[in-house]
């Protein structure tokens, strides 16, 4: 798994800002510098005539109908391309540090022992996933393994509930994440126990590099596993936290 390096959206909106601001500068100094130009020569035409010179023909000075008119168009030009630069930085997919790339989540190191610590999985708010320790057994239909979804002993869950999207927090009394919204329940891996959720939270590829770091890549999301996969075989730890509806 490799980061991809390119323009942020962020970057990209300033450069669309300040092109339109220059664009918006061009067009209104050249009207103005037309304009300023097509009085001096009326003038200049005025003082011939009355000296009796001929008149030099020059361009067609421009109306205050027509100054309107192409203002009227440049302005047009000009939100069109705000509106096209805004929805461009809105949709180019974020590739440096954000949601939608390849995120750095830290040392395994650290991560093991913040979940030993805490009895808790690891969250990544920059992520928006939840970092779990993972034992369990693959099963007929479900290898997480296999699908890149964990390595060395951790796998990380997408933080989103599958039934409405709700942020799904993680409850310490019973070792389970649990829904506020419906009450949807999730075991330690992500699977799917209790409530109106249709599967297994969601969850991205892993890997960890050579240097101990754990790479997460969430620009693809990974659905969850059906309803009935238990690969822990364990059952909650305690109360709930968020009543069963």
Known sequence: ??????????????????????????????SFLRARRDQREREAAATAAALGRPVRKGP???????????????????YGAQFGGASLAFLWPNLRGGF??????????????????NREPFYSGTGRFYVVAYDGRPTDDVDYAAEQLTAQGIMPLYQRCVHLGCRVPFCRQSQWFECPCHGSKYNTAGEYKLGPAPRGLDRFRVEV???GDVLVDTAEVIIGPPRGTDTLRRPQAGPFCVATV
């Open 100 to 117: 939608g790339s390849v995120i750095n989540a830290g040392k395994l190191e650290d991560i093991n022992s913040f979940i030993r610590e």
């Open 60 to 78: 067609k000075p421009l109306s205050r109908r027509e100054f309107f008119r192409r203002s009227l168009v440049a302005s047009l030009l000009i």
């Open 1 to 30: 798994m490799t980061a991809v390096l390119a323009i942020s959206s962020g970057t990209i909106a300033a450069i669309v800002v300040i092109a339109i601001i220059d664009l918006f500068a061009i067009v209104f100094g050249l």
């Open 209 to 211: 590099t050579s240097t």
